[in-house]
């Protein structure tokens, strides 16, 4: 009768497992990184979102009016609304300050497999700080919130937008020329951009060395045409100093400097880096960050700031992908009331069990033994506690192991314990 609306999705209990998982292994990262965990509301006002990037942004975006006349938008993405947070009350707070959050987006995307209109991202903020170790360490972070999750093959590109503003002003092309090469940079269309080029009257040889260098990932070679090429010397060193970090420091070899990483959206400045998963072929961006600028925008006095997000129904799908096993959680126990006349006790055994932390179910529609049985199979439960009259007289129950089939009689009294010794072996 009803239909979900386009572009958003129910998750079943197994999938939530899975989210749920992946969401403590996270937040457990960002924790031993020293990260907090903050939560901002999943509606602003809409001039947040329109500040930076102007109204162009309203076709991305769920905006709407309240009751009483106000604009608001549902959260295209979490950075604006962090950086406000901050602004609003946490610019005393002693620095850097490393935040970190979960939360859901909403954009009037295109729907399709790994682009929804509501998904879910994890992301931290570094507010501060724009030292070369604070970027490794970002970097770093973002590296292995994916890895110990248990992915296996990402791909890390690192970009700086001051250096690639340099190479196009040695090229001979101004600042405000800059900005209609680069949304061409962004999608990797080489050849529109050589005959742009062309047309700005730069000279072939010139424009081939420099979309060469665009298109390779060879870091020595871009390295070496940087120092050559362009009068931002001190940016490049910092750029060398943070990989020379990653790879001896975090152990991080597999990174790729790649120029044309430009990012979409319009406040990142310097630093930019995004980790991609290959094997989800046309949605592969899992991850995008770098350094930005909101805080003067926003009111607030200027410091530095960093960030980055994580698409987290992309990572979902890159598990997926690589057939990663999900741990999966199992009912520890289910009770099986062997008629009615022994519910009340079942019960009491249940809470029992539940009160010191084990998981425990019981069935709940006066099925009998065969069928509960075969549901304690269905649900994955590892042993069934069978509360039958002529064990409760003596105080005991049958302790069944739903692997082995093996059945001892135990004390009722014992039950937690005996259940917890078994598990600590
Ligand atoms: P962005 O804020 O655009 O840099 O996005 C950060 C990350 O969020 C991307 O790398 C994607 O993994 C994820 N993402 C962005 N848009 C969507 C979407 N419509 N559906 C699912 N994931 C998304």
Do not use: W
Request: charged share 30%; glycine share 6%; with cysteine.
């Amino acid at each position: 009768m009803f239909r979900i609306p386009r572009g958003t999705r129910d998750f079943t209990p197994e999938e939530m497992e899975k989210r749920r998982y992946v969401e403590r292994q996270m937040r457990t990262t960002f924790q031993v990184f020293g990260y907090r965990e903050i939560q901002t509301p999943m509606f602003e006002t809409l001039e947040l979102f329109t500040a930076k990037s102007g109204d162009t942004i309203l076709e991305e975006i769920y905006s709407f009016t309240d009751k009483s006349g106000r604009k608001l938008a549902l959260r295209p993405e979490l950075t604006a609304p962090v950086i406000r947070f901050y602004v609003d009350k946490m610019q005393m707070s002693p620095k850097p300050l490393k935040l970190f959050y979960f939360g859901s987006c909403f954009r009037y995307d295109r729907p399709q497999r790994g682009r929804y209109r509501e998904f879910r991202q994890a992301g931290c903020e570094l507010i501060g700080t724009n030292t070369p170790e604070a970027y490794a360490e970002l970097i770093a972070l973002a590296y292995f919130l994916l890895k110990n999750i248990g992915l296996k093959n990402i791909r890390l590109n690192i970009g700086d937008l001051d250096v690639l503003s340099s190479m196009l002003r040695t090229l001979g092309i101004p600042k405000d020329k800059q900005k209609q090469l680069t949304p061409l940079i962004d999608k990797s269309q080489f050849k529109d951009l050589t005959s742009m080029l062309h047309t700005m009257g730069i000279k072939k040889k010139k424009i081939d060395e420099f979309v060469d260098i665009l298109q390779t990932t060879d870091t020595q070679k871009i390295l070496e045409f940087l120092n050559k090429n362009t009068s931002s010397k001190a940016k490049i060193e910092e750029l060398e100093k943070i990989l020379d970090l990653l790879r001896n420091s975090f152990d991080i070899k597999n990174y790729h400097v790649n120029m044309s990483i430009v990012r979409g959206l319009d406040y990142y400045k310097g630093l930019v880096f995004e980790i991609d998963a290959p094997v989800l072929g046309a949605e592969k961006q899992l991850c995008g960050g770098g350094a930005y600028e909101l805080i003067p925008l926003f009111g607030g006095k200027n410091i530095p700031t960093a960030g980055f997000a994580i698409g987290f129904d992309r990572t979902i799908l890159a598990l997926e992908a690589e057939k990663f096993v999900f741990p999966k959680p199992k009912t520890d126990i289910f009770i099986v009331p062997i008629n009615n006349d022994m519910m009340d006790i079942s019960i009491k055994i249940a809470q029992n069990l539940r009160k010191e932390g084990i998981p425990t179910d019981i069935d709940l529609l006066r099925r009998d033994v065969r069928k509960s049985l075969k549901y304690a199979n269905a649900i994955n439960a590892e042993k069934t506690i069978l509360v039958g009259p002529k064990d409760v007289e003596k105080n005991c129950v049958t302790l069944r192991d739903m692997r082995t089939g093996e059945q001892q009689i135990i004390k009722i009294k014992d039950i937690p314990s005996k259940i917890k010794t078994k598990k600590l072996q």
